[in-house]
């Protein structure tokens, strides 16, 4: 049940900011369903995938995402997504939820500050592009976080992108990604003999894809820019709470 509720917030979060909310995955699934962190990373990465890849049909249908940009930066995203599971499952897991929590303040300093990439490049700098989807894709693979407060700025700043295009664009780009890292987390990790919680799995997809609709309501009705302060203040505090918790 407190999984399930935690799903609920991850979707509401994803529902009101866009980006941001599947920092909350990992937290959910190591301390609510109770996963191992090696688990719980991997299994992450395919429960925002599906979540992500369901937002990005939508916004598809919309005519909101930038295709080009979509391989032009999911392509690099994929091999580092794949490089950075690869990684990840050699690695301590003290040392992935250490680099998590970093990733966890930085985007709460990044939501408490708002958007400021509102002006797109006039020109798309794709050596930039590309590497940034490496970067951003292995740390996706590694950590097992969408990384949608990176993608965002990136298809603005680097690809010229508005930012309507540039979030329903981010949204194919980390279900393309996310997906990449979860199989080389499976076929690690099983040949280790681990197994996944399946149902546990798709509990929280589904509550994350029903909590978005909650999410995308309230958002039409209460302040933006005092949830995503709000919402900073929590991922700060999450983030004292796995590195003590997991990690020290």
Known sequence: MQALIGAVLIGVSLGIFGSGGSILTVP??????????????????????????????????????????VWLFGVPGMVGAYGGAWLGATV?????????????????????????????????????????????????????????????????????????????????????????GFAKYYSVLTEQGLTFDWGVIGMITVAGIVGSFAGAWISARLPREKLQKAFAVFLMIMAVVVLSQSVL
């Open 28 to 69: 959910v699934l190591l301390y609510l369903a109770k996963m191992p962190a090696n688990i719980a990373i991997a299994s992450s990465l395919l429960i925002v995938a599906f979540i992500s890849l369901f937002g990005g049909l939508l916004s598809a249908r919309k005519k909101i995402v930038s295709w080009r940009h």
């Open 92 to 180: 301590d897991t003290r040392i992935q939820l250490l680099v998590f929590v970093v990733l966890m303040a930085i985007a709460a300093v990044m939501m408490w500050r708002g958007r400021q990439t509102t002006k797109a490049a006039s020109e798309v700098k794709v050596f930039r592009v590309i590497i940034d989807g490496l970067v951003v894709g292995a740390i996706t693979g590694f950590v097992g976080v969408g990384g949608g407060f990176l993608i965002v700025p990136a298809l603005v700043l680097l690809g010229g992108l508005p930012m309507i295009l540039a979030i329903g664009t981010s949204l194919m780009i980390i279900a393309l990604k996310s997906f990449v």
